[in-house]
Structures are given as C-alpha cells and as structure tokens.
Nanobody, 128 residues
Framework: VQVVESGGGLVQAGGSLRLSCSVT????????MGWFRQAPGKEREGVAS????????YYADSVKGRFTISRENAKNTLYLQMDGLKPEDTAMYYC??????????????????????WGQGTQVTVSS
C-alpha cells in the first residue's frame, strides 16, 4: 500500500491550500480516509475524516467552517481544501486509511490509533 500526500507549502495567514492524497495497493472505496497533523512538540491530531462513500464527514472543532474534506473514488484520491489558514495550522499534514466499519464514533473517526496506513506527510506553513 502506498499513500502519498502533496500540495503543502508556505502561505500567508488568510490564504488557502489544497492538499491531495493518492492511494494505491488497496480498494480505495472500502476505506475510510482521514487527514491528521502534527506540529513540533505536539501530538498528532485528527483534522478531518470521511467515510467510504463521502456521505459522512468529521471535523476537529479547530477547523470546522474553514477546511473541507472530499474524495474522488474513481481516482483513488483524497483532498483537503484549507481556507482561512491561521499560523496555528502550521504542521506536517498526514493522510491515513482504515478499512471502513459502521458505527464508528467521532472520536474513532478522528483518532490516529484507528488508522492502519499512513503517508509520509506534506508540510504546511502559515506565516502571520
């Protein structure tokens, strides 16, 4: 399984970025997908996740209304549209996958320990 993130970079506060995650080696539409981030000295935290069909999404309170997660199953690709970026959004952003199961709680959907497959990350830096 390969999970490859792209789209990170340096942006000014208030700006936007779109992250992409390409996945190969598994049946993409069997998997729940998530975006996580980790800043230096901090624990990895869940940012957003999405069910196999895209019908249900979950967001951390800190990004609600600013970030949008989506997926394109035909292209085995996950996206994260980030608008209204703030300096506190600066972190390494990771894409992750887990075989979808029903009745997943919000905590499980945004919990890093739930996920099996991870990418290497893409850096997002927001300047003030």
């Amino acid at each position: 399984v390969q999970v490859v993130e792209s789209g990170g970079g340096l942006v000014q506060a208030g700006g936007s970025l779109r992250l992409s995650c390409s996945v190969t080696g598994l049946t993409f539409d069997d998997y729940m997908m998530g975006w996580f981030r980790q800043a230096p000295g901090k624990e990895r935290e869940g940012v957003a996740s999405i069910t196999w069909s895209g019908g249900t999404t979950y967001y951390a309170d800190s990004v609600k209304g600013r970030f949008t997660i989506s997926r394109e199953n035909a292209k085995n690709t996950l996206y994260l549209q980030m608008d209204g970026l703030k300096p506190e959004d600066t972190a390494m952003y990771y894409c992750a996958a887990v075989l979808w199961t029903p009745f997943m709680t919000t905590a499980e959907a945004l919990g890093a320990s739930s996920y099996n497959y991870w990418g290497q990350g893409t850096q997002v830096t927001v300047s003030s």
